[in-house]
């Protein structure tokens, strides 16, 4: 079992930027997928950005340039950069730890983009 902690949300103004944390403990394997997703109020939760335990990233298209993925091996933890955000961004950010179907889910971090 891998439990994962996020960190780092917060209201931040449009154009502003914010990072998320995921730490990861537990029975981590080798081999692995880790990311974010988010859901928005009235919406389905949707992709946002992961990244492979050998460094391979994935972004949805509407959001690369903006959030930029990455991992620090050693403290287990997976970040994510989001830069000139923009009140669409606003959701519930939730980590997501996947190995061959396996899946661990964190609690989620409340983002705001508002002015």
């Known amino acids: 079992q891998v439990q994962l902690v996020e960190s780092g949300g917060g209201l931040v103004h449009p154009g502003g930027s914010l990072r998320l944390s995921c730490a990861a403990s537990?029975?981590?394997?080798?081999?692995?997928?880790m990311g974010w997703y988010r859901q928005a109020p009235g919406k389905h939760r949707e992709s946002v950005a992961h990244?492979?335990?050998?460094?391979?990233?994935h972004y949805a298209d509407s959001l690369r340039g903006r959030f930029t993925i990455s991992k620090d091996n050693g403290k287990n933890t997976v970040y994510l950069e989001m830069n000139i955000l923009k009140p669409e961004d606003t959701a519930v950010y939730y980590c997501?730890?996947?190995?061959?179907?396996?899946?661990?889910w964190g609690q989620g971090t409340q983002v705001t983009v508002s002015s």
């Open positions: 997501h730890y996947d190995v061959s179907g396996r899946q661990s």
């Open positions: 990244i492979t335990s050998g460094g391979i990233t």
């Open positions: 537990g029975s981590i394997s080798s081999f692995y997928v």
